[in-house]
């Protein structure tokens, strides 16, 4: 079965860095690419980027100087970083699977991720 | 960046009658005669749901009941006949260039 679960804090201090992780089981992160899509409260959902099943990465331009995807392939996990959150970054963050074509085919459960002091 | 105008925002529909859902794209998504829009459905506190690729393929398990279509670059979701679970928010997404980019969304109701 393919799962993808996110995890990472609830709460940050606006200015601070956000950093997330996606686990995922059922496929190999080698095979499929995973995206990152967020979703602020109430709102439309956003895409952020992307890390391809070959290693490489894409970002959305209006986040790219703030925002940062790796993975390890050998724990099946791929991160984002984003530094100098504001009120604004406060969403829901999800983290999906790539079909192909930028299908996304299956999404976690999501993280709340919530930019206060 | 490919703008998605998703229209109307929202729709309120009699139970077994039809929803149309547009979706009207800036420019071509055309990748080899395929046009690369998605369409996904979020119901009330849950993560989004892939239901149509690539114009109007059926994702594994969605029923008949919804097709998509082009026009033009006037892509359509449409839903007949409407069950009571699909009330849900539904949003487009193009597949051909970055950032790969969503519609507003749009949210159907029971009438």
């Known amino acids: 079965e393919v799962q993808l679960k996110e995890s990472g804090p609830g709460l940050v201090q606006p200015s601070q860095t956000l950093s997330l992780t996606c686990t995922v089981s059922?496929?190999?992160?080698?095979?499929?690419?995973v995206h990152w899509v967020r979703q602020p409260p109430g709102k439309g959902l956003e895409w952020m980027g992307v890390?391809?099943?070959?290693?490489?990465?894409a970002y959305n331009s209006a986040l790219k100087s703030r925002l940062s995807i790796s993975r390890d392939t050998s724990k099946s996990q791929v991160f984002l970083k984003m530094n100098s959150l504001q009120t604004e970054d406060t969403a829901i963050y999800y983290c999906?699977?790539?079909?192909?074509?930028?299908?996304?085919?299956?999404w976690g459960q999501g993280a709340s991720v919530t930019v206060s002091s | 960046n490919i703008v998605l105008t998703q229209s109307p925002a929202s729709l309120a529909v009699i139970l077994g009658q039809k929803a149309t859902i547009s979706c009207t794209a800036s420019?071509?998504?055309?990748?080899?005669?395929?046009?690369?829009m998605h369409w996904y459905q979020q119901k009330p506190g849950q993560l989004p749901k892939i239901l149509i690729y690539?114009?109007?393929s059926r994702a594994p398990g969605i029923p008949a009941r919804f097709s998509g279509d082009e026009a033009e670059l006037n892509f359509t979701l449409t839903i007949e006949p409407v069950e009571a679970d699909d009330v849900a928010t539904y949003y487009c997404?193009?597949?051909?260039?970055?950032?790969?980019?969503f519609g507003a969304g749009t949210k159907l109701e029971l009438k």
């Open positions: 999906t699977r790539e079909r192909e074509d930028n299908v996304m085919d299956a």
């Open positions: 059922g496929f190999s992160l080698t095979d499929y690419s």
């Open positions: 890390m391809w099943s070959g290693g490489s990465t």
């Open positions: 420019e071509s998504v055309n990748k080899f005669g395929i046009n690369l």
């Open positions: 690539n114009e109007f």
């Open positions: 997404q193009q597949g051909l260039t970055f950032p790969l980019t």
